[in-house]
T-cell receptor, first 114, second 109 residues
Framework: DTGVSQDPRHKITKRGQNVTFRCDPISEHNRLYWYRQTLGQGPEFLTYFQNEAQLEKSRLLSDRFSAERPKGSFSTLEIQRTEQGDSAMYLC????????????FGPGTRLTVT | QKEVEQDPGPLSVPEGAIVSLNCTYSNSAFQYFMWYRQYSRKGPELLMYTYSSGNKEDGRFTAQVDKSSKYISLFIRDSQPSDSATYLCAMSAGGKLTFGQGTILTVHP
């Protein structure tokens, strides 16, 4: 049984570049969440999907951010025109619809914008 | 004011001590209360969850929820050096999680 996986684990990019992260949830889970965590803070919610439908987006998710979950399986999070303030750990989690509070997290993608 | 408040510590205790970690919250809609453990540069690991008020025990860990006071606690008995980590409380009304800041715990031998 594999858990949530994320790729890449680390990404260093220059300001203004676009980056894309991938998340593969636990296979039976139909909900997938994205969170962002900065140093010394707890994770902050960005967006979540139920199957392929994006059900909620945080105000933190500016127009430069877009997320997709085609076919209700893996998900991608893209950040366009990266800024230094985007430097953070991007965490993906998944859960069943029933029991959505029981979310299991991946190892995260650490983004550094120089 | 944040919806969930958690003292960031750091908290340092000797091995074998009882550790008490706490969070307060302001959103009455929260029904589910979770505790996560996060090691450095890793993703959060779900330790326990509780629905509504009450206590829940799992081995050395006990979670308590007092909805009337909007206060939750995690107790760790017989703490071990391997318990050294950041402990995050999280709450939900059924969908997204709202986290506290996290408490850094160090258990020294």
């Amino acid at each position: 049984d594999t858990g949530v996986s994320q790729d890449p684990r680390h990404k260093i990019t220059k300001r203004g570049q676009n980056v894309t992260f991938r998340c593969d949830p636990i296979s039976e889970h139909n909900r997938l969440y994205w969170y962002r965590q900065t140093l010394g803070q707890g994770p902050e919610f960005l967006t979540y999907f139920q199957n392929e439908a994006q059900l909620e987006k945080s105000r933190l998710l500016s127009d430069r951010f877009s997320a997709e979950r085609p076919k209700g399986s893996f998900s991608t999070l893209e950040i366009q025109r990266t800024e230094q303030g985007d430097s953070a750990m991007y965490l993906c989690a998944s859960s069943f619809l029933a029991g959505a509070y029981e979310q299991y997290f991946g190892p995260g993608t650490r983004l550094t914008v120089t | 004011q944040k919806e969930v408040e958690q003292d960031p510590g750091p908290l340092s205790v000797p091995e074998g001590a009882i550790v008490s970690l706490n969070c307060t919250y302001s959103n009455s809609a929260f029904q589910y209360f979770m505790w996560y453990r996060q090691y450095s540069r890793k993703g959060p690991e779900l330790l326990m969850y509780t629905y509504s008020s009450g206590n829940k025990e799992d081995g050395r860990f006990t979670a308590q929820v007092d909805k009337s006071s909007k206060y939750i606690s995690l107790f760790i008995r017989d703490s071990q050096p391997s318990d050294s980590a950041t402990y995050l409380c999280a709450m939900s009304a059924g969908g997204k999680l709202t986290f506290g800041q996290g408490t850094i715990l160090t258990v020294h031998p």
